[in-house]
């Protein structure tokens, strides 16, 4: 069992930075592919971006390209997402996931996450 915790949410203006992070809670954190994943009211939750057990591979959706940044630290469990120059349509709750595939495959489908935290909100105003 993992249980994911993000922090760091919160209010922001548009062009400002913000970073959340997850914790996890497992022994074998380096064999789970992290991703984030938003998900904005009365919309189904969008993929943001994806690393690799060793934080060698990483690769996001083309809305955060250039501006978010995914990084892991596999001896402290976490994984964080530096999100900068934040556009009012970043304005979601952000969920940490964990995805258990062997091959380490970096995945996008939010189907293939197994564990997922309970969000935090991150909104941005303009």
């Known amino acids: 069992q993992v249980q994911l915790v993000e922090s760091g949410g919160g209010l922001v203006q548009a062009g400002d930075s913000l970073r959340v992070s997850c914790a996890a809670s497992?022994?074998?954190?380096?064999?789970?592919?992290m991703g984030w994943v938003r998900q904005t009211p009365g919309k189904e939750r969008e993929f943001v971006a994806v690393i690799s057990w060793t934080g060698t591979n990483t690769y996001y959706a083309d809305s955060v390209k250039g501006r978010f940044t995914i990084s892991r630290d596999n001896a402290k469990n976490t994984v964080t997402l530096q999100m900068n120059s934040l556009k009012p349509e970043d304005t979601a709750v952000y969920y940490c996931?964990?995805?258990?595939?062997?091959?380490?495959?970096?995945?996008?489908?939010?189907?293939?996450?197994?564990?997922w935290g309970h969000g935090t909100q991150v909104t941005v105003s303009s």
């Open positions: 996931a964990a995805d258990s595939n062997v091959l380490g495959v970096l995945r996008q489908d939010q189907d293939d996450y197994d564990y």
């Open positions: 497992v022994r074998t954190f380096s064999r789970y592919v």
